[in-house]
């Protein structure tokens, strides 16, 4: 029998030390008895709670697109106010359960503590929650589909698999060619002139744009250079977040997050955008 997820408003027990945000109280984790645990059955495992897979996906070091995926579902299960799940953090570990903080789009640190057996509890998004700090463990930014667009995915993979007949009626039997304009020679060679004008003065704005970046960050980011991790803290108080792991210092320099949790300065925000969704690095303030 399935054991049921419950999802309520009050503080669990388990997450108590997350509150406060000092995991040197938490107690530590009792030894396994003799008896050897026994591992859940994959075929069994899939038709449990997304609680009791996002457990054992953690317990077992599941790959980060796998648990994205069961942090989102999580979410959804224990009907937790998130528009999108920005970035999570394994905070603590025991035998029976694991505690996660959960950061959403505009809306402050959620802790979920999910177990073995379905258990599911959810505290904070009112701001008792303690940020996220590298020292507690990686802090993994979730960039895929919004919750709902990958549940509607996942279902259609599902009614996919039950009715595959149905997949093949739907196709046609042969692929039906589309009508095709004949270009004439004159206009042909008229995109090929614009394409090549088009190019020529895409690379000479790159060009001045990358001068002029260079000059500018001599000129103005001088004393931005050589900031220690504790400055980096300061800036990030200091600064809005305009874009998931993107903030805005009032002095016009960007901060960035990368996939990695490293925190790097850029006078673009374009340069920085790059750096937090795509991990590139482009004129970094050093």
Not at 11 to 38: F, I, K, M, S, Y
Not at 166 to 171: P, Q, R, Y
Request: charged share 30%; hydrophobic share 40%; proline share 7%.
């Amino acid at each position: 029998m399935l054991a049921p997820t419950v999802a309520t408003g009050e503080p669990p027990v388990v997450p108590e030390a997350v509150l406060d945000g000092d995991p040197e109280t938490l107690e530590p984790a009792q030894p396994a008895g003799p008896a050897a645990e026994t591992q859940p059955d994959p075929s069994l495992l899939a038709l449990q709670p997304a609680t009791t897979r996002l457990f054992h996906a953690l317990k077992g070091g599941a790959a980060d697109e796998e648990l994205e995926k069961l942090v989102s579902a999580t979410v959804i299960e224990l009907d937790v106010n998130c528009p999108r799940v920005r970035e999570y953090q394994v905070f603590r570990s025991s035998a029976r359960a694991r505690t996660l903080k959960v950061k959403c789009t505009e809306r402050p640190l959620y802790a979920i503590t999910v177990g073995a057996s379905g258990e599911g509890f959810v505290s904070g998004g009112d701001g008792t929650i303690d940020q996220m700090r590298l020292a507690d463990g990686p802090i993994k930014p979730v960039m895929g589909l919004r919750v709902e667009e990958y549940l509607a995915h996942e279902q259609a993979e599902a009614r996919g698999a039950q009715n595959p007949e149905d997949e093949e009626e739907a196709l046609p039997d042969e692929p039906v060619a589309a009508p095709r304009e004949v270009e004439t020679h004159e206009g042909r060679q008229w995109l090929a002139g614009l394409a090549m004008g088009v190019g020529l003065a895409a690379g000479g704005g790159l060009l001045w744009l990358v001068v002029r970046e260079r000059r500018r960050q001599r000129r103005i980011y001088s004393r931005w250079r050589g900031l220690d991790s504790a400055a980096k803290d300061q800036l990030v108080e200091e600064s809005e977040e305009v874009y998931p792991n993107l903030y805005r210092h009032p002095e016009g320099v960007f901060i960035a997050r990368g996939r990695r949790g490293k925190r790097r300065l850029f006078s673009s925000l374009v340069l920085a955008y790059l750096y937090a969704s795509r991990s590139i690095k482009l004129f970094e303030i050093r």
